[in-house]
Every structure is written in structure tokens, then in C-alpha cells.
């Protein structure tokens, strides 16, 4: 009998093992890079984290409200209220992570004054990386926009282009790629590192780092509340987790917690 009970002890254990084990998603770079330290804090603190890696800004907001995951962190909030909008899917921050100053970059010219008439401008294609990159060049007097704190203009908002710029609108992860092909990209900041930028230092014009687009850690509504909600968070909250921040970034990505 006490052989049996023991048996049905670990069996539970086991269980609850396995309630407590979650997916997160993340995308390539960055994001990825900082997840395996919360993983390795998690499991210290008795949450098994299994890290999914994406190479796009849509699976993995899709994979959440499908319940393919649990959790993700790759985005900042106006990303993740510009896809609620458009897709009713019921998914919330629940903590802020990480925090860079974005920038633009040419492999022409050293500053964005040196821009010949007639210049040609990526920048992401979704609408919040779009504005985004559209809002540091209004912050630099390249453009003006209509509202220079909207978090949702598009190129229709532009409002005084003096050097008759030209903007191409391309996939987020593919703008990296541009910097042969255009003047000036806008690239986010886990793209640009993973192809070899330093947004710190390679940038030739940043946004302030104050701005909107902290990013985040999102779950499904209905799984705020939960335990392991709390953990997560937590880990990620964690010395460990700023002390990596600290030594493998260097500035270009910042603890905002």
C-alpha cells in the first residue's frame, strides 16, 4: 500500500509538472536570445518554459489566440492593439520587458541631412514598424506628419516632404536586406542585430527611448490571472535576466522593469 501511495504521489507531481510546463513564442535574435535566460531562471523556480522561435511579426500572435502557445514576447503594445483591432483575437500584455531606441540606417550617407532630393525609404510594411520609422524621421525635421505622436500614421499623414522622398513598404524581417537597394531603412532593432548592426552605434539617427514601444510579454485574456502567469513574468524580472541584458547588449537593449 505505502509502495502504491507513493506511486500515486509521483504520478501527481508529475501532473502538476506538466500543468506547469508553457510554450512562449518569440521571434529569431533578441527576443530568442533573452528567452533562453528566463527558461534557465524558470526552471530554477519551478516553471518549465519551452521556447518557440518565429521569423515574422504575425504567427506568433496567431499561434497565442489559437492556443499554440501560451505566451509570447517579440512585440510592443501598439503592434499588439493594431492586431487586435483588426482581428478581434483576445490577447493582453501583461508586463512590460525590453526597451530600444530604434533607428534608421544607409549604407550611403552619415546622416539623414545628407539625403539627396528624391531619396528612397523602407520601412516596415505593418502599420505601428511603419509609423515607427516614419516618427523618426519627423523627430529629425527629415518630414512632418500630422500628428507627430501618432502611433498609427502612415505615409498618407506626411504633411511636408521637402526632399521629395520616396517610401517603399516592405515585410519587417526584409528590410535588412534593403540597405543595398534603398538610401535609408528603418529596421527594427531585433532584425538589425541579428544581421550584424549595432542599433547604438550603426544608426545614423535614433527614435528617444522613451517613447511608446516598450515591448512586452502578451498571454490569451482568459490566462492573465493564472499562476503561472506570475512566474513568468518574475523570471523575466529577474537579476539574471538585467545582468545579461547588461553584458551581451550593451545599451541596445534596456530592462524597463
Known sequence: MRFLATLAAAALLATSAEAET???GVTAGPHAEIMDVV????AERGLDIKVVEFTDYVIPNQALALKD???NSFQHEPYLKNQIAKTGWKIVKVANTIGSPQGVYSQKYKKLADLPEGARVAIANDPSNGARGLMILALHGV???KDPNNVASTIADI????????FVELDAAQLPRALQD??????NNNYAVQAG???ATDAIARENPDGPWVNILAVREEDKDKPWVKQLVEAYHSDPVKAFLETRFKGTYLPTW
Open 22 to 24: 508553457i510554450r512562449v
Open 182 to 187: 534603398v538610401d535609408v531603412v528603418s529596421i
Open 39 to 42: 527558461k534557465k531562471v524558470g
Open 69 to 71: 502557445l501560451e505566451a
Open 197 to 199: 548592426l549595432n542599433p
Open 143 to 145: 518630414i512632418k506628419l
Open 159 to 166: 504633411t511636408d516632404n521637402p526632399k521629395k522622398l520616396r
